[in-house]
């Protein structure tokens, strides 16, 4: 199979380089190793199933004065979206022993902003950008060689088969640290690699908690949902009804990934259960459903070097790729954006630098 670029990763960013590409009548192939798109956007129902009006166990926010790249992305897109519910007091818990206290907090500017329906909703409208045969699901890339024309790249399925395609350019929409997992004939530069493996993946140290209510009865009593607890097990809590009015809280925890692994699911479900009630009154012990996402376990999303810290990426402008790979090689991924790495906004913002850089070299190739 020969295609002009071929794109590793199917979340946001490469799914923006995607449609950058087809409108500009670019020949591509998008390869995601799951068995769906999105990466860490992922929007689900109660159940845990991926659904078209879901909670978002990723990134959720995004804030259009201050990240213009995805504002345009959404209002190019046309989708609904509304502010992040701050009304009401927020709750503060120095220590367990110690009575929670409220206060009022000053108007908060800009507002979060989120998109109705979840997250999701952002992956499956750029899907629909560009013939569903131009991705490719469940391949994940385990080598890439260098030709004297075109780059090869071995990917394996689901059940194991390996197969391989031929690509002119070659864009990694996925975390750095994935990236320097796969092989690379001749080998990229030790300093490049060793730069991708120190640069940290976004969320990918961490949970996300939810509570499904019948209601968001916090809101009753005069509190946003917004709670921060030096306590825990929950560090920040906040609310996560979506504009459809099916209410929920969510909560980061600040137990750690080796903790969270000992502790088991159903122990750190239950404490988080306990701390909500502690702080928003005893209907938090009475939710409809629990989600717990701890993307340190997904292996799609998390290395061994991301178990532990959870220090947010540094942007640069530096190159991500020096050597014989230079002018065939492209990352498009969030965390190696120049602005906003590791955000959603981040992921479009590389995503288009990376398109163009590809589009550049095109042009040079086919004028020369």
Same mark, same amino acid.
């Given at each position: 199979?020969?295609?002009?670029?071929?794109?590793?990763?199917?979340?946001?960013?490469?799914?923006?380089?995607?449609?950058?590409?087809?409108?500009?009548?670019?020949?591509?192939?998008?390869?995601?190793?799951?068995?769906?798109?999105?990466?860490?956007?992922?929007?689900?129902?109660?159940?845990?199933?991926?659904?078209?009006?879901? /909670?978002?166990?990723?990134?959720?926010?995004?804030?259009?004065?201050?990240?213009?790249?995805?504002?345009?992305?959404?209002?190019?897109?046309?989708?609904? !979206?509304?502010?992040? @519910?701050?009304? %009401?007091?927020?709750?503060?818990?120095?220590?367990? &022993?110690?009575?929670?206290?409220? *206060?009022?907090?000053?108007? +908060?500017?800009?507002?979060?902003?989120?998109?109705?329906?979840?997250?999701?909703?952002?992956?499956?409208?750029?899907?629909? #950008?560009?013939?569903?045969?131009?991705?490719?699901?469940?391949?994940?890339?385990?080598?890439? #060689?260098?030709?004297?024309? *075109?780059?090869?790249?071995?990917?394996?399925? !689901?059940?194991?088969?390996?197969?391989?395609?031929?690509?002119?350019?070659?864009?990694?929409?996925?975390?750095? &640290?994935?990236?320097?997992?796969?092989?690379?004939? $001749?080998?990229?530069?030790?300093?490049?690699?060793? &730069?991708?493996?120190? !640069? $940290?993946?976004?969320?990918?140290?961490?949970? #996300?908690?939810?509570?499904? *209510?019948?209601?968001? /009865?916090?809101?009753?009593? %005069?509190?946003?949902?917004?709670?921060?607890?030096?306590?825990?097990?929950?560090? =920040?809590? @906040?609310?996560?009804?979506?504009?459809?009015?099916?209410?929920?809280? /969510? %909560?980061?925890?600040?137990?750690?990934?080796?903790?969270?692994?000992?502790?088991?699911?159903?122990?750190? #479900?239950?404490?988080?259960?306990?701390?909500?009630?502690?702080? /928003?009154?005893?209907?938090?012990? =009475?939710? +409809?459903?629990?989600?717990?996402?701890?993307?340190?376990?997904?292996?799609?999303?998390?290395?061994?070097?991301?178990?532990?810290?959870?220090?947010?990426?540094? $942007?640069?402008?530096?190159?991500?790729?020096?050597?014989?790979?230079?002018?065939?090689?492209?990352? %498009?991924?969030?965390?190696?954006?120049?602005?906003?790495?590791? *955000?959603?906004?981040?992921?479009?913002?590389?995503?288009?630098?990376?398109?163009?850089?590809?589009?550049?070299?095109?042009?040079?190739?086919?004028?020369?």
């Amino acid at each position: 199979m020969e295609t002009k670029v071929a794109i590793i990763g199917g979340g946001l960013a490469g799914l923006c380089a995607g449609k950058l590409l087809h409108s500009a009548g670019i020949n591509f192939l998008l390869l995601e190793a799951r068995e769906r798109l999105g990466g860490r956007i992922l929007s689900v129902d109660q159940n845990g199933s991926p659904s078209e009006d879901g /909670f978002d166990l990723g990134p959720s926010w995004f804030w259009p004065e201050m990240q213009p790249a995805i504002g345009a992305v959404v209002k190019d897109l046309g989708l609904d !979206t509304f502010p992040q @519910h701050g009304e %009401g007091d927020v709750i503060f818990q120095r220590m367990s &022993r110690e009575t929670p206290w409220r *206060y009022r907090p000053t108007q +908060q500017e800009p507002w979060s902003m989120r998109i109705a329906g979840g997250a999701g909703t952002l992956v499956r409208a750029l899907g629909k #950008k560009f013939p569903p045969e131009r991705i490719l699901l469940g391949a994940r890339v385990e080598r890439v #060689k260098l030709g004297s024309t *075109y780059s090869t790249l071995t990917y394996s399925m !689901t059940d194991g088969a390996e197969q391989g395609i031929v690509a002119e350019q070659v864009i990694a929409a996925i975390p750095p &640290r994935l990236l320097a997992e796969i092989s690379f004939s $001749p080998s990229m530069d030790a300093a490049d690699i060793d &730069r991708w493996r120190a !640069t $940290p993946t976004w969320m990918a140290p961490h949970a #996300k908690f939810f509570a499904v *209510y019948d209601r968001p /009865f916090w809101r009753e009593a %005069g509190l946003s949902g917004t709670a921060q607890s030096l306590a825990g097990p929950l560090a =920040e809590i @906040h609310d996560a009804t979506t504009a459809s009015g099916k209410a929920a809280l /969510f %909560g980061f925890p600040a137990v750690g990934a080796d903790a969270r692994l000992a502790m088991g699911e159903a122990a750190l #479900k239950r404490a988080c259960l306990d701390q909500l009630a502690r702080l /928003f009154g005893p209907e938090a012990l =009475e939710p +409809q459903a629990t989600l717990l996402k701890d993307w340190a376990a997904d292996p799609l999303t998390a290395t061994a070097q991301d178990q532990s810290g959870g220090e947010h990426p540094h $942007p640069s402008a530096e190159p991500w790729v020096t050597g014989v790979w230079r002018e065939r090689f492209s990352l %498009g991924g969030s965390e190696t954006s120049p602005v906003e790495p590791g *955000y959603m906004a981040g992921a479009v913002v590389a995503a288009e630098r990376a398109v163009a850089e590809v589009m550049q070299r095109l042009d040079q190739v086919h004028s020369a």
